[in-house]
């Protein structure tokens, strides 16, 4: 059963009934907007902020802070540590349609009405980091990866976003989504690796709205569209979150971060892979968005107009063998990437050395894994390898 | 015989991309508990067991296997218990969260309660053990308890831990659930299979077959460094190739997302394990699986080709094939023994096989060569590959053979040297082609390995009586040889038509002209071996394991034969010389055989030490002909090409280089010019057979795809034989005559089981299929006879 939502024009109504002004307040048609949060305990707020993900001992939560706010009393103070405490390295909170529904209860909101999801935004210092924004994308069980009995019917998100001191509107176009199951109203994400050190945010005015004017949002992304540029670089796109096989944390380290001699820029990632589970093989996907091996509907970039992905990489002793670099093939799910292209085996050499993908002929209209290494101890030192990669990006 | 069966898989496993890699099949299949053999022998005290334990959860089930083996009930059960009591509850919540079977990459996190079911099942099946070691008059009352309760332990096993595995010495696992619903069938006498299914077949429907055919690769790239090191194509065009190459080969990623088939079907690929859907049947969904399998691209291209060939789309195979030599001649998969397997090499002979066999298509496979530089080892780090992915491209009308075309042999010049000094001789011809020869005639070995073992007999249990002595109706008769009959008709009943022939008579009908024994562990009966040759010209290939399985070496089995060890070398001449006394005067005696794949290793540090074992054998060699007056040739059996290099370094006295072989149904591929480039000796192919049952398949099905699995081998030693190929191919041992239960688990009945995967029809081989007759439902065994069409594929060939 969804929810068929007839909002109250709240303010005009009230102000028909005071007899105070006998017009239309200019604004009325922002009362019909549904309201995630306008204040706290406003009724007209609607989603739960029940679904905590990640490190979520990193974050602190405060719905009800006075001393900022966009509009009303009250806002939302939300504290991000990433100190990375379940070692996951992200953390987030869904609100979601009733308390803790992870698509298990029909409670899902039909916002069909709307077209934008807007909200307030600032930073406590300046520079803050949402890494993701989003609406919807509760799909499939976190744990089992199953399909969920009533998922989200649209997956939207944008980000990142680095917050100024001032408040800001900040929106997501919905432009011909599909809104008529929206169950996770909105996901705030943080990732460790963007933000660095701690920080703390606000949050205000979250609602969505019909904008008669709003456009569907141009596909496509503009080039050269980076996977890494830099730690924390709001360039970044895509989440090295698919550690392959499931043993891969006993046998891989990877460091965002590493400032020992990058090849461009503050910092390349610094890859150590010992076979220390006895699996022999081991890699990772950056997947977009997190953990994405296809399971969420609309998760993709569309990379068309991209005609090769390249990147540098250097290997700490040189003749470290990388068995496959690879963009997309990720196919285990209903929303897989649209094509894939690969390069290997490569042997590394002690000095960086950049690295080209063929994209020519390519389908790069959904991709969600963006660039992906593999190997194996067979072919490289048994006592494991330590290699860098820096500068991986999508050029026309 | 008291050892595990020489049958050896070819499980590709290249753990290399993202998943587990294996090129014939692949998956991980349960199989029953056969390794427990090795605990039969392992000499392991009860004191030393009973000290070992909380400390690794995983030494329980090991360990109360081997008391249960030396029959110390008691104190099986108490480490069943033990163990039991210490993590069933842990091991329950385990259990309670699973709703399949998990990965083998999280098999850490689910040991616990693998072990916890493997010690129940241990518990039950060492109740079966003691019930039957009570005698029925006094202990009925106390036998049928412990068979109930040991029932009532594994049905309560099945449901607790439906998803429990047990994972042996080489990783391979059995499914807990699945052999105590065996062991329950054995216990009340109720044999259980799972049903045999026959699948439907769907084969590919090609969107886009490409716009060229051979594709000219020169159009759309460079080749560089052919012939060499540094051998590379770099793809200048790839939106030409991809068009030129069509739907599903590299670099073509995108037409199949055209194909209105794949389309029905790609909302559901997610749920498809792609190396369980390859031996399926539905070959449609297998290629869409397979294009977008997590795979290194050389595999993925490997079971495309093999797709698309099964689909009969012989042209788009041919593309898939050649594209993995120009693209990645370099790729690599394992073994069940972690030896490697180049894929590069096997897509070239197929290639050329494909194309031998289909001269419709007019086309011409020239100079293509990948040479693995130390690529006889284990170690893929050293390899170095020397390409060069030859040129495949249409002949001209006028060139193109009407039929496939059966070469004259070649002019092989004068003999160049004579191996042996007697009757049985080696030559070797100017043009290097070997030749066997017996008192001055050409002879092509047409041999089987024979060992007619009685159904309900195992040598897990002592049971397994020596057939060459084995006279079970007491009419002075030995069974076997002479007693058996032809079921014809398929009745198990021996009809009035269905007269006595005799193994030895079906078989000299056959064209056999030698088997392969070994003299250990039982003695052989000589009289039968004398009558074998005289009666009906069967030759003996005589063999010595030298010390693999510990056989003649006199070690404990946990450190196995020791090829350093001069005790061990000292038993180990001892057993070769009582071989040697005990037969060299016999006529029936034509090749004396050393070793049966002790490069893999168990029970011998032959893979560890190869450069030892390989010195001893030659010493082995020489010790045979200082014993032997007829200096007849010895030749050794290895284990596939492993090593090769280090014997033709260590090895000059052994004359034949012989190997068992499992490389599916397009013969030996590089084994003869392998064996020609680096040893330059004779081949002889010591074991090659593939089961006569496949699920999925009717058993029709099945026994014609063992007749053309073993008419292509056949033929394949044939085009390599002196003056052909190769010219070193001097014949073949078939693995094996007939049928023997005792292989799987209940030696009383015919287990379907796919105790692990290989290169047969549906993946897995199924040891107790392999022989060239079976015994129909036991009841008659040891005299009845099921002729398989592979008897009769051989009688036409071996009679040619």
Known sequence: MRKILFLNTLICSLAVCLGAVVVLAPNCQAAEDFYIYADKNSPGNHFIPSGWMGDVNDMKFNDQETKEKAGGTTSIKITYTAKKSQNQGWAGIYWQSSQNNWGSKDSGFDLSDFNKLVFMAKGEKDGEVLTTVKVGGITTNGTTGEPVEFPDTLNVEIGPIRLTSDWKEYSINLVDKDLTNVNGGLAIIFNADHTGVEQTVYLDEIRFVNDPDLQKEASGVSLPFYVYADSGSLDNHFIPSGWMPASAARDLKLDTNWKNYPFSGDTCMRLEYKNNSGTRWAGIFWQQPANNWGTIPGAGYDLQGASKLTFWARGDKGDEVIQEFKIGGISSGEYIDSDSSSIGPISLTKEWKQYEIDLRGKDLSYIIGGFAWATNIDVNDPEGIVFYIDEIKYEK | ?800
């Not at chain 2, 009973?50 to 329980?60: D, F, G, H, N, R």
């Not at chain 2, 006569?692 to 099905?701: H, L």
């Not at chain 2, 290169?759 to 022989?771: A, N, R, S, T, V």
Request: proline residues 4%; aromatic residues 14%; negative net charge.
């Open chain 2, 1 to 800: 015989m008291m050892i595990r069966s020489q049958i050896k898989n070819i499980r590709c496993q290249n753990r290399f991309f993202f998943l587990t890699i294996f090129l014939s099949t692949l998956a991980p299949k349960a199989r029953p508990p056969k390794s427990l053999i090795y605990f039969l022998v392992a000499g392991f005290s009860l004191l030393s067991a009973l000290t070992v334990l909380a400390e690794s959860p995983s030494e329980y089930g090991k360990k109360a296997q081997i008391l249960r083996s030396q029959k110390e009930y008691e104190a099986a059960y108490k480490l069943c218990d033990e163990c039991i009591a210490n993590f069933s509850k842990e091991a329950d919540l385990i259990a309670a969260k699973l709703k399949d079977f998990p990965s083998d990459y999280e098999v850490d996190d689910y040991k616990v309660m693998n072990v916890v079911a493997f010690c129940y099942f241990t518990k039950a099946e060492t109740m079966r053990d003691q019930a039957e070691s009570l005698s029925a008059e006094e202990n009925l009352e106390r036998k049928q308890e412990l068979k109930d309760e040991a029932v009532r332990i594994l049905w309560d096993n099945i449901k607790k831990f439906p998803y429990a595995k047990h994972y042996d010495e080489h990783g391979w696992y059995y499914k807990i659930a699945h052999i105590s619903r065996k062991l329950i069938g054995e216990i009340l006498n109720e044999p259980w299979e799972p049903p045999h299914e026959v699948y439907e077949e769907k084969k590919v429907m090609l969107y886009d077959n490409g716009s060229e055919f051979p594709v000219d690769y020169k159009k759309y790239g460079e080749f560089k460094g052919l012939g060499t090191k540094d051998y590379a194509y770099k793809i200048n065009d790839p939106i030409g190739l991809a068009k030129a190459v069509g739907e599903g080969i590299y670099p073509n990623t995108t037409s199949v997302k055209f194909n209105p088939e794949y389309i029905k079907v790609k909302k559901y690929l997610f749920k498809i394990d792609h190396w369980k859907i390859i031996h399926q049947r539905d070959l449609s969904t297998a290629f869409y699986k397979w294009i977008q399998a997590p795979e290194s691209p050389g595999v993925r291209l490997f079971n495309i080709a093999q797709i698309l060939e099964q689909s009969d789309h012989t042209e788009h195979a041919i593309k898939a094939y050649y594209a993995i030599l120009v693209h990645y001649p370099r790729s690599y998969g394992w073994t069940y023994w972690h030896t490697p397997w180049y894929i590069g090499k096997v897509a070239k002979y197929r290639l050329e096989n494909i194309i031998k066999n289909n001269p419709h298509l007019g086309l011409a496979f020239e100079d293509a060569d990948i040479e693995v530089i130390n690529g006889y080892d284990n170690d893929i780090r050293n390899d170095q590959f020397i390409v060069n992915p030859g040129k495949l491209y249409k002949l001209k009308a006028k060139n193109i053979p009407s039929k496939i075309n059966n070469t004259i042999a070649r002019n092989k010049g004068e003999i160049k040297q004579v191996r042996g000094e007697e009757k049985i001789k080696l030559i070797q011809f100017q043009s290097g082609d070997w030749q066997l020869q017996v008192e001055g005639k050409p002879m092509i070995l047409k041999a089987l390995t024979y060992a007619p073992s009685r159904v309900g007999e195992s040598p897990h249990n002592g049971t397994l009586a020596n057939w060459s002595l084995q006279d079970t109706n007491n009419n002075g008769l030995i069974d076997a040889p002479y007693e058996s009959w032809v079921d014809k008709n398929k009745n198990n009943s021996q009809d009035s038509d269905e007269k006595t022939a005799g193994d030895l008579q079906l078989m000299k009908e056959m064209g056999v002209n030698a088997i392969r024994l070994y003299h250990q562990p039982v003695e052989l009966n000589k009289e039968i071996l004398r009558q074998m040759h005289q009666k009906y010209g069967i030759y003996i290939l005589l063999g010595d394991f030298l010390g693999k399985y510990t056989l003649g070496s006199d070690a404990e089995w946990e450190s196995g034969t020791d090829y350093d060890n001069e005790l061990h070398k000292q038993n180990m001449l001892k057993s070769l010389e009582k071989m040697v006394n005990e037969h060299k005067d016999e006529p029936y005696v034509l090749m004396w055989l050393i070793g049966n794949e002790n490069v893999y290793g168990l029970g011998c540090n032959a893979d560890k030490k190869p450069e030892s074992f390989f010195k001893f054998a030659n010493e082995a060699a020489l010790h045979i002909k200082s014993l032997d007056p007829q200096k007849r040739p010895v030749a050794i059996v290895s284990g596939d090409i492993l090593f090769l290099d280090i014997f033709a370094k260590n090895c000059p006295d052994v004359d034949v280089f012989g190997l068992n072989s499992y490389r599916g149904n397009y013969g030996f591929l590089d084994v003869w010019d392998e064996v020609k480039r680096v040893a330059d000796k004779p081949a002889l192919i010591t074991e090659y057979g593939v089961p006569a049952y496949s699920q999925g398949f009717t058993f029709e099905e099945a026994e014609n795809y063992q007749a053309e699995y073993h008419k292509a081998s056949w033929l394949n030693i044939m085009d390599n034989s002196c003056g052909f190929g190769a010219g070193n191919a001097i014949g073949g041992v078939v693995f094996e005559w007939m049928d023997e239960w005792w292989k799987a688990y209940n030696p009383s009945h015919h287990d379907r089981e796919g105790l692990f995967a290989g290169p047969f029809q549906d993946g897995y081989m199924h040891e107790e299929w392999l022989g060239l007759c079976g015994q129909g439902d036991g009841s008659k065994s040891p005299f009845l006879r099921q002729l398989r069409k592979s008897y009769f594929t051989y009688k036409g060939l071996w009679n040619d």
